[in-house]
Structures are given as C-alpha cells and as structure tokens.
C-alpha cells in the first residue's frame, strides 16, 4: 500500500489562490446542488481539546477525504499549532489510501479563497478601497485573496495591537504590490471601504454599523460559533446576507444564532447561499444596502482542494511515497 | 509537524498475539465500563464501494485514533486488497497526530485476539479438541488465537472447496506445533470438539445444532450484518450468548437480528457483554449448554492495540519519520 506524503511547503506548490478561488466557485455550486456528501463532523473530547473529523465525498472531486483537524488551546504555550490537522484521500475507485496532506496550510488557503469567490461574486465591480480585521494566522490568505477578486489601490489593516497591524503590513507588502497597506488608519475610513473583511476571534462585532457605508461587501469569516459575532445585528439586518451553506449557518454562525436568540429573526430567517447566486438561481438587491458573507467552513472546500492537489502532485510525482 | 508511518511488517512486530489477547481483556472491560468514546461510524458511499471512518477515544489508552477502511468488493479482482485501511494517531496531550498506522494486518489480529479472549473466558479449561471454519485472510489470526488461549492436541479445519481446507492446514502447521490440523474430516467430528470458530461469509448457519455437543464454545466473528448468521437459532436459543457490545450487536449481529425479525426472541432479549464476564459482574451458567460469543468489532479494540502499536514503535524508534 503506497501512500503519498503531501507537506506544508508542497501543498502550496500545488495550489494557488487564483486556482483556489476558482474551486470555491465550483465547491459551493456543488454544495447548493447536493452534490456533496459531507455528513456531519465527529467530534471527541478530552480535559485538554477537541479532535474533530470531518469526511467528504463527492463523484466530481473524484475522491474520498477525511479531515482529522485538532483544536487544543495550551499548545499555544508548548511552541506547537493550536489547530494541528491532516488529510486522508482515498480513491473513489478503490477506496485505497492514496495520499496524506498537512491540513493547516489548506485551510487557511480555502478559507481565504472562500473570501476570494465571496468577494468576486458579491464586492462592487469597481471596488478599490479595502480593510481587513484581524492579522493572525489566516489572515494573509485573506489579503491574498482579496487582491485577486479585485483591484484594490489600498488596503487598511486593523488589529487590536498596533505593533500587529505594522508588522502584517510589512510582512505582506510581498504579496500586495502596488496596492498600499496602511496600518490602523482612522476609523473614519471606513466610510471609503467598498469591501471589509473580518478574520478575527472577536466575541463581538469589530466595527458598528454607522462606520460602514451602504454599498460595501462584507466578508464575516472569523468567529466560530453560535455566541460570537463579527458583524452588528444592525448591519446584518439590513444587508443582503449570503452564506456558504444554510444549515450549517442557521445552527452555527454567531451572526445568525445571536440575532435568533435576541428574537430579532424568527424560524423563517433564510439567507441565500452563494452557491445559488453562482448558479445563477438568485441574485442580491441592488447595490444600496451592504452585503455580508458568512461562512462557517465546509468539508466540501477540502475535499475539492485536496483533489486538485493530489492530482497535481501525482502528475508531477512530487512528495515522498511511504510504504504502508 | 512528524507522523511516525508504521507498515505492516512493524505492526505486526510490535504486537504479538498474546498480548493482543490481554489487551482485549481490558479493551472489553473499558468499553463495558463505558470508559471508551467510541461514536457511530461515518459511512461515504459511492457506486463501486464504501469508506467507513471509526474514530474512537479513551483516556486509558492516551491517544485519539480513527481507523480509515474501506470496502470495495471488485478489488479482488484488481489484485487490491478488498478492506484497505490506515489509523491516524493523535496525541491526547496536544492533539498532535502522532502515527499513521496499515491498518488490515491490526483489524486481523485484533479479530483474532477478541476470539483468544472469549475462548479464555468462555471455553471449557480442558479444551483440547477444535474446529475452525473459513480459510479467509482472517482464518490464520483466528487459529492462533485460539492456540494462545487453550492447549489444543487437533483443530479441524472446514471450507467448502478441499484444496482450502488443504493449503490452510499446510501453511498454517507452522504456528499449530503439536497441534494437529485435520483438513475437512467427516462431520461427525464436531460431536468432539470443545471449541468451534467460525469466521466465514456464510449468509446461513455454518453447522447445525444436532451436530455440536452441549458443551461446546462458539466463537462466530465473521458474517457481518444483519442478515448474515454462522449460527442456527435452535444453537443461540439454548445457548448462553455473550457479545463484545450489546447495543452494537442488538443492532449489527445477524445472529441476533433475524431471531428478532422471527419472532423468536423479544424487544427484552438481553445478551451478555463479555466485559460484564471479565469483570466479574456476570458469569454464564453451567456448562450444560453451549456458549456463543458473538463479535461485531469495535474501535475499542483498534484504539487499545494502536496505543499499543505506537509507544512500542516509539520507545524502540521504529518506523520512518514523515515530515508534513
């Protein structure tokens, strides 16, 4: 049994954003139309995190996967990923093992790449002007992503920490080219944002709703779980919201679940998907009030990069080949 | 991030199976106890076959682990093996994956060892005659398991084509010793046997109950499903039938399922778990009757022996180190 072995530095050989992005399109397509098997993530516990597996399938990406991602907060203190994970594919032919990959690398990408098609789909045509919150460990995917679905000339880059805002800012002048990145601008500019995107842990929303201006897109893709928020219910209730899957949102995204509970939205809340407005099933209002992309993350990203990159690897016989 | 990659040939000289017997013990004993996290299954399905993730935690054995096996009946005819599998090992401290580990040599012996633990528990002391039906992949972990478990003078072997019963016997006379092993005899000899074992694909009954003696050991660890039986109702009926998990095999075993669709047993039938027996919290009755013991595995076995498997491979520095 001949497995694989994917690492970090060559799952990003493998997959660009540009291409990335071009798989969300066709990843959240796929999951509006049902053609996605992802059934619900297993989750074991002990006193010190959470190991969770997440499996997909579908006959379009041509294979089996299982992400086997950990969530263990101290780690942090031991010089080791908090998130560590992997990727098991299987055939869809055999079911035999073809291939481990290096999972965190892959899901800071796809998540990015969410943003990308989000933005591509929903940001103003003619959008120049960005902010990002948040400069952790997704956050260059974000940018990078966002510098694909437009032409951004500037970027501002808010974070908690003014020493964090500076250094995300040189870190990635690389990746931004002629696009200018400011750090902890004046929020008075918001007003002049046409996209924001939020990366953030934050509990609650990172900006109010009088800062933004009514044509602006909104990517909300930090905050996991049913408690937090990176958006206010008031600019959530007068935007066109789209999510990623709308089961998954309804149960999990803070941004949703908080308004639910503040009986703000009843039962009947129903977002689109963008994979509808991809499909070309619906469209969002005209372009006076905002509008925010929600995800919560899908198997079915994962599934679909992993196939791109385990072809890509096979083609070019590129990673090690352990024998099991 | 480093995964340590166990082959086959390292799993097998980390485990014997004797200690793969004690293991079990205590891996029956945990999950009677409810000390394992074993959820249900994951199941992906397409048209050529399915892949099941089993994930499985307890604290006693210290680490996280899913075992990864599909089932793709064609491959036979590919020269593939038809149940591929692998286990991914995470650490319970960190949440690290730790190992990766083939899988298909574990899930025979494991299957072996769990028949070595019921004939300890269940089969007469004095056990010396016993027979073994089905030559399958899994035929020669179940006959040296039961060699471990009693001191057996001759093991007759039964399969429905001669030259199976042949080849196994010869190539198996290596592990039997003094042991002698009787390829398909007259069937009159299961009057004598102490111990039967039947891992086999049989839909029916692989002896009837006016073959076998009253006091006679039944291990039946093959036929999956629920509508698949080796053993007759008139046999489990008067017999004492222990299984590895109730709810598991109230659900899966065959043996039990197609009495409930008969009628011949109720809503309330109540077998009992050999970890009850392990414990000393129930015992079977007289030895006037048969025993059954009924397996539909468990990841608790893969869990315990996995540990097992790794801190050997660990403590001795075996296995290839991969970097992802």
Avoid at 64 to 91: E, H, Q, W, Y
Avoid at 201 to 215: G, H, K, M, Q, R
């Amino acid at each position: 049994m001949n497995v694989r072995l994917i690492d970090q530095a060559l799952v990003e050989k493998c997959l660009t954003m540009p291409r990335a992005i071009e798989l969300m399109r066709q990843a959240y397509a796929d999951l509006t139309e049902g053609k996605v098997d992802s059934p619900l993530r297993t989750a074991l516990v002990n006193e010190g995190g959470t190991v969770l597996y997440k499996p997909a399938y579908s006959s379009g990406a041509g294979i089996f996967c299982v992400k086997v991602v950990s969530v263990f907060a101290d780690n942090v203190n031991r010089g080791l990923p908090v998130t560590p994970g992997i990727i098991v594919v299987n055939s869809s032919e055999t079911g035999m093992p073809l291939a481990i990959l290096e999972a965190g690398y892959l899901t800071s990408l796809r998540t990015g790449a969410a943003t990308g098609i989000a933005t591509e789909v929903l940001a103003p045509a003619d959008a120049t002007i960005g902010a990002l919150f948040g400069t952790g460990g997704q956050s260059r995917h974000q940018l990078e992503a966002m510098l694909c679905a437009r032409d951004f000339t500037k970027i501002y880059v808010f974070s908690r920490k003014q020493e964090n805002a500076v250094r995300f800012c040189e870190e990635n002048a690389d990746i931004a080219g002629d696009c200018e990145l400011v750090a902890n601008p004046d929020r008075a500019v918001l007003k002049d944002c046409h996209v924001i995107t939020a990366a953030t842990t934050s509990p609650t929303a990172v900006f109010s709703d009088d800062e933004i201006s009514d044509s602006v897109h909104i990517n909300a893709i930090g905050s996991l779980g049913a408690e937090r928020t990176e958006v206010s219910a008031e600019t959530l209730l007068r935007s066109d919201v789209v999510v990623d899957q709308r089961a998954a949102c309804l149960k999990e995204a803070g941004e949703i679940c908080l308004m639910r509970d503040q009986g703000l939205i009843g039962d009947d809340y129903h977002p689109l998907e963008i994979g509808e407005i991809i499909l070309g099933d619906q469209s969002t209002g005209e372009r006076d009030r905002p509008t925010v992309f929600k995800s919560v993350g899908n198997a079915a990203q994962d599934l679909i990069c992993s196939a791109e990159i385990y072809r890509y690897a096979e083609e070019h016989g590129l990673g090690a080949q352990a024998e099991l």
